[in-house]
């Protein structure tokens, strides 16, 4: 899961020196392919992402070609038709490897519980009805009585539930960044084309729409970031949690 942390800490981000990317988005899309390839076992889903974090890897890595050495341009419509296309898919991406971490996370938990049952059933202890609060409880009692053992196994459902608690947050999340995107290329669309019409008849009541449209777009660009953040924040909670589960097995 750290591979797919640090591949979108690629794409998200752009860090430029002479010209150059020092984080390239095929680079990102690489590191997803090779987590997603590591974690295709647990879910499906991951299984998915791979065909398309490789065609995303390889359209990035061209574009990159392009820039840095070609300069070939194909005019303002087609670019921004091809970037809208790529944001998409990339959120499309993004919204499988989602799916995935859910059925991580679900299976981790379910693994955790079903090694817990025989702890659990001597004790009369439902787990499918355990909350946070609950196997807390069991961790200080099991510590007190310098159980070790089962100590480091309640532990390990309280890493799992915690980790199944924070994947909720995803999906939600995506739909927003869905929407904000969607409306950030319309936005760019109509701001660029009042533009051109302005430009060839200076009109106020034309260079005005267009204004307000170039404003709207810098605003739904500034919350698509403040977005990544806080997907970024969350990932990489996860994935200190989902090492903590590993290292504690």
């Known amino acids: 899961m750290a591979q797919i942390f640090w591949g979108y800490l690629f794409i998200f981000f ?3 020196l002479n010209g150059i990317d020092l984080l ?7 590191f997803i392919m090779k987590g997603a390839i590591f974690l295709s076992s647990t879910s499906k889903h991951f299984v998915a992402a791979k065909p398309w974090s490789i065609g995303l890897a390889i359209i990035t890595l061209l574009e990159l070609i392009n820039n840095s050495f070609i300069g070939l341009y194909l005019g303002e419509t087609i670019a921004s038709l091809l970037g809208a296309a790529l944001k998409f898919a990339d959120l499309y991406l993004l919204y499988i490897i989602i799916l995935g971490i859910k059925d991580l996370a679900a299976s981790t938990l379910e693994q955790a519980q079903e090694n817990a049952k025989p702890v659990f059933s001597a004790m009369a202890v439902d787990a499918t009805t355990l909350d946070i609060q609950t196997v807390t409880e069991l961790i200080e009692s099991a510590d007190a009585e310098e159980n070790i053992r089962n100590a480091s196994l309640f532990r390990r459902i309280a890493t799992a539930m915690k980790l199944n608690a924070k994947t909720k947050i995803f999906l939600p ?15 760019s669309a109509f701001a660029l084309d009042l533009s051109v019409d302005a430009s060839a008849e200076v009109v106020a009541s ?3 729409p267009s204004t307000i449209f170039t404003v709207g777009s810098e605003v739904l660009i500034a ?14 909670q996860l994935n200190l949690t989902y090492e903590y589960f590993n290292k504690s097995r």
Do not use: N, R, T
Not at 24 to 30: H, I, M, Q, T, V
Not at 224 to 236: D, E, H
């Open 223 to 236: 919350i698509s970031i403040l977005l990544m953040f806080i997907f970024l924040f969350v990932m990489y």
């Open 14 to 16: 752009s860090i430029s």
């Open 173 to 187: 999340l995506w739909k927003i960044m869905l929407i904000v995107q969607v409306a950030s290329v319309v936005f």
């Open 24 to 30: 390239p988005d095929c680079l990102g899309y690489f």
């Open 206 to 208: 034309e260079v005005i």
